[in-house]
């Protein structure tokens, strides 16, 4: 994708993009320079940048497994799913449960560009391009209705994509709109960057970055990243752990004290369930 001739229609390679940029932490090769180099302006002022990535990577993968062990949940809808990488939900699920359902969504149009990538023969998958911010849109999306009985419970997956939501379009009120078409038994995993715990210079200097970018950038203290699970129960996020937020590495980690990095403090993390 380094070759500017390849860019696909409809993709906007004059800007970075939270998707490419993403792909480019995660050492991917879906992107393009514009995303490297803001990237890397990113990395300068906060040098934790690929860790934070991977920790939030991680957690994606955990809460997944999850869900999907501890849960028996079968079905799943990952929101903001980013670019076909390492480790994709369905391949996380499918080495659990090969008949387990996953429809990506994402607003960027090079992850449907890609979309073979995270598409399987048996049609247990499915891609669609659509913007979280309207949920009547992504809920009844044919491709949803063919593979999420919403009688069951799901696995919703919104992890590192709710910062790219900006107050005035009411996040609170969009997760609201999810969590009501889940059936009892469902559960949400949502991690969200922080400054809270990042020198008040690199995250700024982020946030001006995205203003350059396709998306902006709008981090999150821990009490508005808690109330995006109203109406649901955290579950404890380490076995013996009350039921908290917690930082994305943290998560479902064998040992939450090496797995504490500056990095994965970048993040707040949680899995609710639906009661
Ligand atoms: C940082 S990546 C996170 C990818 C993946 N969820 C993870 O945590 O590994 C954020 C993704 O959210 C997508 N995104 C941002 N705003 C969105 C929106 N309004 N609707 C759907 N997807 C969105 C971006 O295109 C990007 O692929």
Redesign the pocket.
Known sequence: MANPELVPPGVDATRP???????Y??GGTHNFQVDRDATEEFRAQLPDLEDA?WA??G??GRAARWMAIEEGIGQFI??????P?QSNTHEVLHAINPDAKVVY????P??LVLARELLTEDGTTAVIQ????DPDAVLNHEEVRRLIDFRQPVGF?????????GDD?GPWGIVDRYVAAMAPGSCLAL?HITGDKVPPRSIATGVQIYTRA??RAYPRSRAEIERFFAGLELVPPVAGASPALCHVGIWGSEDPAAADTDGSRVFWCGVGRRR
Do not use: C, W
Request: glycine share 4%; hydrophobic share 50%; no cysteine.
């Open positions: 993009s939270p998707a490419r940029m993403y792909d932490m995660l990535a939030n990577r957690f994606h990952d929101i903001g799913a980013g670019l990488t969504v994402d607003n960027d090079m992850v659509a913007d979280l911010r997956l919104m992890t590192a994509v709710l910062q790219f939501v379009f991690s396709t998306e």
